[in-house]
Protein backbone atom coordinates (compact mmCIF):
# COMPACT_ATOMS: atom_id res chain seq x y z
CA UNK A 1 0.00 0.00 0.00
CA UNK A 2 3.40 2.56 1.05
CA UNK A 3 4.22 2.38 -2.77
CA UNK A 4 0.50 3.04 -4.02
CA UNK A 5 -0.02 6.08 -1.42
CA UNK A 6 4.08 7.43 -2.44
CA UNK A 7 2.93 7.20 -6.36
CA UNK A 8 -0.32 9.24 -5.58
CA UNK A 9 1.27 11.23 -3.43
CA UNK A 10 3.19 13.25 -6.56
CA UNK A 11 0.18 13.81 -8.18
CA UNK A 12 -1.51 15.58 -5.26
CA UNK A 13 -1.67 15.69 -1.22
CA UNK A 14 -3.73 13.21 0.62
CA UNK A 15 -4.42 13.24 4.56
CA UNK A 16 -4.43 10.67 6.88
CA UNK A 17 -8.58 9.28 6.66
CA UNK A 18 -7.83 9.97 2.84
CA UNK A 19 -5.04 7.03 2.70
CA UNK A 20 -7.06 5.30 5.80
CA UNK A 21 -9.98 5.01 2.99
CA UNK A 22 -7.83 4.03 -0.08
CA UNK A 23 -6.56 1.40 1.94
CA UNK A 24 -10.02 0.09 3.42
CA UNK A 25 -11.50 -0.14 -0.29
CA UNK A 26 -8.68 -1.95 -1.52
CA UNK A 27 -7.62 -5.60 -2.07
CA UNK A 28 -4.38 -6.93 -2.52
CA UNK A 29 -4.24 -9.88 -4.75
CA UNK A 30 -1.26 -12.30 -6.35
CA UNK A 31 -1.12 -13.48 -9.86
CA UNK A 32 0.87 -16.36 -11.14
CA UNK A 33 3.32 -16.20 -14.16
CA UNK A 34 0.87 -16.47 -17.02
CA UNK A 35 -2.45 -15.88 -15.28
CA UNK A 36 -4.56 -13.70 -16.94
CA UNK A 37 -6.07 -10.80 -15.09
CA UNK A 38 -8.74 -9.73 -17.45
CA UNK A 39 -9.43 -11.56 -21.15
CA UNK A 40 -11.11 -10.56 -24.26
CA UNK A 41 -14.94 -10.49 -24.62
CA UNK A 42 -15.06 -10.53 -20.47
CA UNK A 43 -16.33 -7.83 -18.26
CA UNK A 44 -13.16 -5.99 -16.60
CA UNK A 45 -14.38 -2.93 -14.36
CA UNK A 46 -11.53 -3.17 -12.33
CA UNK A 47 -8.71 -0.60 -11.42
CA UNK A 48 -5.46 -2.02 -10.19
CA UNK A 49 -1.87 -0.80 -9.34
CA UNK A 50 1.07 -3.35 -9.94
CA UNK A 51 3.34 -3.38 -6.54
CA UNK A 52 5.36 -6.43 -8.09
CA UNK A 53 5.89 -7.98 -11.66
CA UNK A 54 4.99 -7.59 -15.36
CA UNK A 55 1.73 -7.33 -17.18
CA UNK A 56 1.09 -7.64 -20.54
CA UNK A 57 -1.87 -6.89 -22.82
CA UNK A 58 -1.90 -8.73 -26.03
CA UNK A 59 -4.96 -10.36 -28.74
CA UNK A 60 -5.01 -12.56 -31.18
CA UNK A 61 -4.90 -11.03 -34.87
CA UNK A 62 -7.08 -12.68 -37.61
CA UNK A 63 -4.73 -15.38 -38.47
CA UNK A 64 -4.67 -16.89 -34.54
CA UNK A 65 -0.98 -15.61 -33.80
CA UNK A 66 -0.29 -13.82 -30.20
CA UNK A 67 0.11 -10.28 -30.15
CA UNK A 68 1.73 -8.06 -27.66
CA UNK A 69 0.63 -4.99 -27.63
CA UNK A 70 1.97 -3.44 -24.49
CA UNK A 71 3.61 -3.73 -21.44
CA UNK A 72 2.73 -2.95 -17.53
CA UNK A 73 5.30 -3.15 -14.91
CA UNK A 74 5.42 -2.02 -11.17
CA UNK A 75 4.16 1.25 -9.99
CA UNK A 76 1.60 1.93 -13.19
CA UNK A 77 -2.07 1.65 -12.95
CA UNK A 78 -4.41 -0.84 -15.22
CA UNK A 79 -7.61 -0.58 -16.13
CA UNK A 80 -10.18 -0.51 -18.66
CA UNK A 81 -10.45 2.35 -21.13
CA UNK A 82 -13.76 1.12 -22.34
CA UNK A 83 -15.32 1.66 -19.36
CA UNK A 84 -17.91 -0.97 -18.69
CA UNK A 85 -17.79 -2.74 -22.37
CA UNK A 86 -15.87 -5.95 -22.44
CA UNK A 87 -12.66 -6.35 -22.50
CA UNK A 88 -11.39 -6.42 -26.34
CA UNK A 89 -7.85 -7.67 -25.27
CA UNK A 90 -6.39 -10.15 -22.74
CA UNK A 91 -3.64 -8.93 -19.63
CA UNK A 92 -1.60 -11.25 -18.93
CA UNK A 93 1.10 -11.77 -15.68
CA UNK A 94 3.92 -12.03 -17.65
CA UNK A 95 6.23 -13.08 -14.16
CA UNK A 96 4.59 -13.88 -10.31
CA UNK A 97 2.78 -10.49 -9.34
CA UNK A 98 1.56 -8.27 -6.93
CA UNK A 99 -1.42 -5.72 -7.10
CA UNK A 100 -3.96 -3.75 -5.65
CA UNK A 101 -7.28 -4.05 -6.99
CA UNK A 102 -10.40 -1.45 -6.31
CA UNK A 103 -13.70 -2.96 -7.70
CA UNK A 104 -15.91 -0.19 -9.51
CA UNK A 105 -17.84 0.11 -6.62
CA UNK A 106 -14.65 0.97 -4.53
CA UNK A 107 -13.24 3.42 -7.09
CA UNK A 108 -16.75 5.36 -6.92
CA UNK A 109 -16.24 5.15 -3.16
CA UNK A 110 -13.33 7.47 -3.38
CA UNK A 111 -14.24 9.58 -5.89
CA UNK A 112 -17.47 10.38 -3.52
CA UNK A 113 -15.37 10.91 -0.88
CA UNK A 114 -12.08 12.39 -1.93
CA UNK A 115 -12.95 15.72 -2.86
CA UNK A 116 -10.06 15.62 -5.25
CA UNK A 117 -10.23 11.96 -6.64
CA UNK A 118 -10.92 12.70 -10.00
CA UNK A 119 -8.82 15.31 -10.51
CA UNK A 120 -5.96 13.00 -9.03
CA UNK A 121 -6.77 10.10 -11.23
CA UNK A 122 -6.84 12.45 -14.20
CA UNK A 123 -3.38 13.45 -13.80
CA UNK A 124 -1.97 9.92 -13.27
CA UNK A 125 -3.79 8.72 -16.41
CA UNK A 126 -2.94 11.45 -18.50
CA UNK A 127 0.51 10.97 -17.66
CA UNK A 128 0.48 6.63 -18.10
CA UNK A 129 -1.55 7.63 -21.66
CA UNK A 130 1.63 10.23 -22.45
CA UNK A 131 4.28 7.60 -22.14
CA UNK A 132 2.78 5.16 -23.55
CA UNK A 133 2.56 6.60 -26.73
CA UNK A 134 6.27 7.81 -26.41
CA UNK A 135 6.82 4.47 -26.32
CA UNK A 136 4.83 3.15 -29.02
CA UNK A 137 4.79 5.69 -31.79
CA UNK A 138 8.86 5.56 -31.48
CA UNK A 139 8.47 1.89 -32.83
CA UNK A 140 6.26 2.31 -35.37
CA UNK A 141 8.67 4.02 -38.45
CA UNK A 142 12.03 2.21 -37.30
CA UNK A 143 13.74 -1.16 -38.57
CA UNK A 144 13.88 -4.02 -36.21
CA UNK A 145 17.43 -3.02 -34.50
CA UNK A 146 16.44 -0.05 -33.72
CA UNK A 147 13.04 -0.93 -32.39
CA UNK A 148 15.28 -3.37 -30.08
CA UNK A 149 17.09 -0.96 -29.06
CA UNK A 150 14.51 1.76 -28.57
CA UNK A 151 12.64 -1.12 -26.42
CA UNK A 152 16.04 -1.46 -24.21
CA UNK A 153 16.02 2.31 -23.62
CA UNK A 154 11.83 2.66 -22.65
CA UNK A 155 11.61 -0.69 -21.27
CA UNK A 156 15.17 -0.85 -19.08
CA UNK A 157 14.19 -3.30 -16.54
CA UNK A 158 12.07 -6.22 -18.68
CA UNK A 159 14.65 -7.89 -21.11
CA UNK A 160 15.29 -10.18 -18.05
CA UNK A 161 12.89 -10.53 -16.29
CA UNK A 162 10.36 -11.67 -19.33
CA UNK A 163 10.25 -14.23 -22.72
CA UNK A 164 12.03 -13.19 -25.30
CA UNK A 165 8.62 -14.43 -27.55
CA UNK A 166 6.98 -11.59 -25.58
CA UNK A 167 9.28 -9.22 -26.73
CA UNK A 168 9.67 -10.48 -30.49
CA UNK A 169 5.82 -9.87 -30.38
CA UNK A 170 5.94 -6.69 -29.15
CA UNK A 171 8.60 -5.58 -31.98
CA UNK A 172 6.69 -7.59 -34.45
CA UNK A 173 9.54 -9.59 -35.29
CA UNK A 174 9.85 -13.37 -35.18
CA UNK A 175 11.88 -14.80 -32.43
CA UNK A 176 14.96 -16.17 -34.34
CA UNK A 177 15.13 -12.64 -35.98
CA UNK A 178 15.63 -11.02 -32.28
CA UNK A 179 18.08 -13.72 -31.70
CA UNK A 180 20.01 -12.41 -34.65
CA UNK A 181 19.56 -8.61 -33.58
CA UNK A 182 20.92 -9.32 -30.23
CA UNK A 183 23.76 -11.26 -30.82
CA UNK A 184 24.97 -8.68 -33.90
CA UNK A 185 24.51 -5.77 -30.96
CA UNK A 186 26.37 -7.69 -28.84
Known amino acids: ?34 EYFAEAGKKFDYYAFVLEGVFRICYYNK ?10 EEKHFIANPYGAEPFTEYIQA ?6 IVFS ?7 SNTIIDWDSITNKIFNNALIKKVDRM ?44 IRKNIR
Open 104 to 110: QQQWKEL
Open 137 to 180: SSLVSEDATTRYLMFLEKFPTLVNRIPLSYIASYLGVTQSSLSR
Open 63 to 72: KGEEITKYFI
Open 1 to 34: MEQLIEYILQFSNLNAQQIELISKNSTERELHKD
Open 94 to 99: ATDSKL
